[in-house]
T-cell receptor, first 115, second 114 residues
Framework: AQKVTQAQTEISVVEKEDVTLDCVYE???????LFWYKQPPSGELVFLIR??????QNEISGRYSWNFQKSTSSFNFTITASQVVDSAVYFC????????????FGGGTRLMVKP | DADVTQTPRNRITKTGKRIMLECSQT?????MYWYRQDPGLGLRLIYY???????NKGEISDGYSVSRQAQAKFSLSLESAIPNQTALYFC?????????????FGPGTRLTVT
């Protein structure tokens, strides 16, 4: 069975602080994909990143960075110099080959960035 | 125009009523999905369809049914709505050809059952 855990249900920071959102996953599959989605207050889901299980390189995109560590089954997301517009719910998700490539989502982390 | 559309965007209905949520996509993808979102639970899969003749139950299919009318259309029905089906519902699509499972989501339908 697959499982994704986002232990932080809510995080509050002040603008310009760095913040890391944690994601821990469980799967028996050796081929899988990990995703992060952002859900702003308007409600839509915005794709942020996809990482496959064979690529452990960290990725940086502007103020966003992702740290994938297979040894700890984690795929953490860091926002540097947070801004009010980063306020949203962030979801981590796992898609595993032997699970028919279905996505399993974590419960989400609500990030509030205060001015 | 949006690639994945959902109608209605908001709906309030009464217990026991039948309701249908519709999803259309212009991405040409063969796979379509229905999820519901509840606070603290993330998104949970209700049904998925890999093509017009291939429909499968997801994690929480009880109380729901689906219809894949065409490659581009996938409808979710609540035969007799109950209050605990109040949730935000998302339709999504993906392309089998890429094998990467990236899913593209519609804007969501907020359903309230009173």
């Amino acid at each position: 069975a697959q499982k994704v855990t986002q232990a932080q249900t809510e995080i509050s920071v002040v603008e310009k602080e760095d913040v890391t959102l944690d994601c821990v996953y469980e799967t028996r599959d050796t081929t899988y994909y990990l995703f992060w989605y952002k859900q702003p207050p308007s409600g839509e889901l915005v794709f942020l990143i996809r990482r496959n299980s064979f690529d452990e390189q960290n990725e940086i995109s502007g103020r966003y960075s992702w740290n994938f560590q297979k040894s700890t089954s984690s795929f953490n997301f860091t926002i540097t110099a947070s801004q009010v517009v980063d306020s949203a719910v962030y979801f981590c998700a796992l898609g595993a080959h032997n699970a028919g490539n279905m996505l399993t989502f974590g419960g989400g982390t609500r990030l509030m960035v205060k001015p | 125009d949006a690639d994945v559309t959902q109608t209605p965007r908001n709906r309030i209905t009464k217990t026991g009523k039948r309701i249908m949520l519709e999803c259309s996509q212009t991405k040409g993808h063969d796979r379509m999905y229905w999820y519901r979102q509840d606070p603290g639970l993330g998104l949970r899969l209700i049904y998925y369809s890999f093509d017009v003749k291939d429909i499968n139950k997801g994690e929480i299919s009880d109380g729901y049914s689906v219809s894949r009318q065409a490659q581009a259309k996938f409808s979710l029905s609540l035969e007799s709505a109950i209050p605990n089906q109040t949730a935000l519902y998302f339709c999504a699509t993906s392309d089998r050809g890429t094998g990467t499972d990236e899913q593209y989501f519609g804007p969501g339908t907020r359903l309230t059952v009173t």
